[in-house]
């Protein structure tokens, strides 16, 4: 199974240039995860046809808010899930998740717009950084979980 993950678009409506990435670089994925500040509802709008999951964040208007829950824990294959945006400063985040969410194989979370793919205390942290809105990161990236026998993430530029 293939999951394509993207975090932090912060787009206020339709983005052709988004739409082109969903359509392009996500082609053949089995699931799109979004973890949340998508802002509008018109990215929902863009998944349209595509399974997918996603949650809000912090920066979602309220339209959104009223359709997305805070978190999802779901099954991909023999593994457990959670899809969050995050929340708090940068420092300690990963904990706060864990805590927030319990014991998961892998938590897919936004926020911080920094790409994360690190195993800590048996977790997989995966967190896509921002397909649109790179901030503090070194550029915009997406991610992908490939689920087999294990869970790998991978994050590559835009």
Known sequence: ???????????HCDDDGFR????????????????????SPAVLEMFAGRE????CG?????SVRQVLPERIVFQAGRFRIGLVHGWGGP??????????LGPLDCIVYGHTHV????RRDGVLFFNPGS?????????NTIGFLDIGDEIRGTILPV
């Not at 912090?58 to 309220?62: P, R, T």
């Not at 420092?91 to 927030?100: K, P, S, T, V």
């Not at 790409?115 to 690190?118: C, F, S, T, V």
């Open 20 to 39: 082109m990435l969903i359509e392009d670089r996500f082609a053949g994925v089995d699931l799109l995860l979004h973890a949340g500040d998508l802002v």
């Open 58 to 62: 912090n920066m979602d208007f309220d």
């Open 131 to 139: 397909a649109r809105d790179r901030r503090g990161a070194a550029a």
């Open 91 to 100: 420092e300690g985040i990963q904990g706060r998740l864990l805590d927030a």
């Open 115 to 118: 790409p994360e793919n690190r």
């Open 1 to 11: 199974m293939r999951i394509g993950v993207v975090s932090d678009t912060h787009l």
């Open 52 to 55: 997918y999951k996603a949650v």
